[in-house]
RNA sequence: GCUCCGAUGGUGUAGUCCGGUCAAGCAUAUCGGCCUUUCGAGCCGACGACCCGGGUCCAAAUCCCGGUCGGAGCACCA
């Protein structure tokens, strides 16, 4: 037999999902993530962990963790923790840990430099004097001024001096490229504020563009992975590693995927977290890795569903029935089955003999034990309402792994052990001493049953027959994973 | 205002760079069947797609042009 197992696996040719190559690697490669502290990490930053940290497997290099916290505006300093622990249970092999904030003397240093060579300037416009001269393609009148006094300007504002003043460091670009986000763009500007690592040390604050080309170039990184969002991004970027003569790495922009039903933008969870909507950063509603991670989700499911959807230019909607799938694959073999009766409604059998049920912790699987519970002559039982009110006048149905029931008259009368030859509902059911038990789900809402005793001081993931997957955190209360 | 990107079944993708092996693969969903009793797993089967028009070519999902549609972003967030 086993000669015919190549045969067919020849022809059934497994095609395995693969991320397509980057380009122009010779070596190994750098790479990096680049969060901004703003909270932890979500189902979307999944994405990027999990692909950079892919590809490093692959070639063999570094992964960088840059966290972006320039702006003390937009800082939640639980993030520095959370998103390195993140990280670690989604896998992702960080081989070096950058903060942005440790490295404004380096910014500052690179933008003397810039203001040297003439490449940058020091303004103090008023915003939309400033716009409106760069929508026409004029230049400012700064823009013009010697590298001498704009140095001398940028030392005075780094010292903090004239601390009203909103002056801005400016990067010659083309002041008539076809693209007006392009042209001259600001690399510095004030901030008001205290930052959480640095406090008021600083007040004049390196902006993203400026920060992430300098570190991209100082961290030697070989190839960039980002959202098509950074798209233009890159092109500004560009003129600061054409100024130095820096080697610019190889850039790759993906699509956006738009991951429906969920709650990403952390100004909204800060603010339902305040308001009290969601119990945490972890609350089932939302999808913070941490929370999917508490949910029952596992760091596998993240891996495979990010590597299968590919890395593509274009754009793509997540797909939670494909993700769910991909979960029960790792979730469903540690599964044991289980009872539990949703909206309990309790029934007497009539006529039935004392008889112990046996039920497999895993159907097909007898070597991982039986449920086993000791039934009474005539017992009460209870069943979900909703089965209930599905039984007509007159039907039969199966006491999955028990007996056979015939409703009539609203009584059940006990039919017989064996299964039926025909084809009749099976439901689940739950013997007396089964526990109250409460079930958590991800759109807020709860179901209350019952749970069969066995089950009580279980913890950990099961399968609740006809109802489906729930990590159970304690004897009377779980979570929903999903169907 | 401007820039950029893309278009394969309900959904997610493979294939497009280097045209033929693609009468288009995989996954998921749905439907049906099997399995000594789950709306689970597994196995089998069904269903279902190359945006439109033109061009090049013996040959186009793949190359070129036009159109349509969709998306993304930028201008003192990251």
Not at 246 to 255: D, L, R
Not at 331 to 342: H, L, N, Q, T
Not at 413 to 419: D, G, L, Q, T
């Given at each position: 037999?086993?000669?015919?197992a190549?045969i067919l696996t020849?022809e059934?040719?497994?095609?395995?999902?693969?991320?397509?190559?980057?380009?122009?690697?010779?070596?190994?490669?750098v790479?990096?993530?680049?969060?901004?502290?703003s909270?932890?990490?979500?189902?979307?930053?999944?994405r990027?962990?999990i692909?950079?940290?892919?590809?490093?497997?692959r070639y063999g290099?570094?992964?960088?963790?840059?966290?972006?916290?320039t702006?003390?505006q937009n800082?939640?300093p639980?993030?520095?923790?959370?998103?390195?622990?993140?990280?670690k249970?989604?896998?992702?092999?960080v081989?070096q840990?950058?903060?942005?904030?440790d490295r404004?003397e380096l910014?500052?240093?690179?933008?003397?430099?810039?203001i040297?060579?003439?490449a940058?300037y020091?303004c103090?416009?008023?915003?939309?004097?400033?716009?409106?001269?760069?929508?026409?393609g004029k230049?400012?009148?700064?823009r013009?001024?010697d590298?001498e006094?704009?140095l001398?300007?940028?030392?005075?504002v780094?010292?903090?001096?004239?601390?009203?003043?909103?002056?801005?460091?400016?990067?010659?670009?083309?002041?008539?490229h076809?693209?007006?986000s392009v042209?001259?763009?600001?690399?510095?500007?004030?901030?008001?504020g205290t930052?959480?690592?640095?406090?008021?040390?600083?007040?004049?604050?390196?902006m993203?563009?400026?920060s992430?080309?300098?570190?991209?170039?100082e961290l030697?990184l070989?190839h960039?992975?980002?959202?098509s969002?950074?798209?233009?991004?890159t092109?500004?970027?560009?003129?600061?590693?054409?100024?130095f003569g820096?080697?610019?790495?190889?850039?790759?922009?993906?699509?956006k995927i738009?991951?429906?039903d969920?709650?990403?933008?952390?100004?909204?969870?800060?603010?339902?977290?305040?308001?009290?909507?969601y119990?945490g950063?972890?609350?089932?509603?939302?999808q913070?890795?941490?929370?999917?991670?508490r949910?029952?989700?596992q760091?596998?499911?993240?891996?495979?569903?990010w590597?299968?959807?590919g890395l593509r230019?274009?754009n793509?909607?997540?797909?939670?029935?494909?993700?769910?799938?991909?979960?029960?694959?790792f979730?469903?073999?540690?599964?044991?089955?289980?009872?539990?009766?949703?909206n309990?409604?309790?029934?007497?059998?009539?006529?039935?003999?004392?008889?112990n049920s046996?039920?497999?912790?895993?159907?097909?699987k007898?070597?991982r034990?039986f449920r086993?519970?000791?039934?009474?002559?005539?017992?009460?039982l209870?069943?979900?309402g909703?089965?209930l009110?599905n039984i007509?006048?007159?039907?039969?149905?199966?006491?999955?792994?028990?007996?056979?029931?015939?409703?009539?008259?609203g009584i059940f009368?006990?039919?017989?052990?064996?299964?039926s030859?025909?084809?009749?509902?099976?439901?689940?059911?739950?013997?007396a001493?089964?526990?109250?038990?409460?079930i958590?789900?991800?759109?807020?809402?709860?179901?209350?049953?019952f749970?069969?005793?066995?089950?009580?001081?279980?913890n950990g993931?099961?399968?609740f027959e006809?109802?489906?997957?729930?990590?159970?955190?304690?004897?009377?209360f779980?979570?929903?994973?999903?169907?």
């Open positions: 037999m086993e000669k015919y190549d020849v059934k040719k497994e095609q395995e999902h693969r991320l397509h190559d980057l380009k122009n690697v010779h070596g190994r490669v790479m990096r993530m680049a969060p901004s502290p909270g932890p990490l979500h189902l979307g930053h999944s990027m962990a692909l950079n940290d892919e590809y490093v497997k290099g570094e992964l960088i963790l840059r966290i972006e916290d702006n003390p800082i939640d639980v993030a520095y923790t959370m998103i390195p622990e993140d990280l249970w989604l896998n992702v092999n081989t840990t950058v903060i942005q904030s404004f910014y500052y240093e690179r933008a003397r430099d810039l040297g060579k003439g940058a020091m103090t416009c008023e915003v939309d004097t400033f716009k409106d001269l760069l929508m026409k230049a400012c009148p700064h013009n001024n590298p006094s704009n001398e300007k940028f030392q005075e780094v010292e903090g001096k004239n601390k009203d003043a909103s002056p801005v460091l400016i990067i010659k670009t083309d002041i008539e076809p693209n007006p042209r001259d763009w600001i690399a510095f500007r004030r901030i008001k930052h959480p690592r640095t406090g008021n040390r600083y007040t004049f604050y390196p993203m563009n400026f992430v080309a300098v570190d991209d170039h030697g070989t960039v992975i980002r959202g969002d950074h798209i233009s991004n092109e500004k970027q560009k003129y600061l590693f054409n100024y820096w080697e610019i790495p190889e850039y790759f922009h993906y699509g738009s991951i429906p969920s709650i990403l933008k952390t100004s909204i969870i800060k603010k339902g977290i305040k308001d009290g909507i119990s950063w972890d609350d089932v509603k939302l913070t890795v941490c929370s999917m991670a949910r029952g989700y760091p596998e499911t993240f891996r495979k569903y590597i299968d959807s230019e274009v793509a909607e997540f797909s939670w029935d494909i993700f769910n799938s991909i979960n029960r694959l979730i469903d073999p540690g599964a044991d089955r289980y009872f539990f009766v949703k309990p409604v309790s029934i007497k059998v009539e006529n039935s003999p004392e008889i046996r039920i497999p912790k895993y159907q097909g007898p070597e034990g086993e519970y000791h039934i009474k002559d005539s017992p009460e209870f069943i979900t909703e089965d009110g007509k006048h007159g039907e039969k149905i199966r006491l999955k792994d028990l007996f056979n029931v015939r409703l009539e008259n009368r006990f039919s017989e052990i064996e299964p030859k025909e084809k009749i509902k099976i439901i689940h059911w739950c013997p001493g089964s526990k109250p038990f409460k958590e789900k991800p759109d807020g809402t709860f179901d209350e049953g749970i069969e005793p066995l089950a009580v001081n279980m993931i099961f399968q006809r109802y489906g997957f729930v990590k159970k955190v304690s004897d009377d779980g979570i929903y994973i999903h169907n």
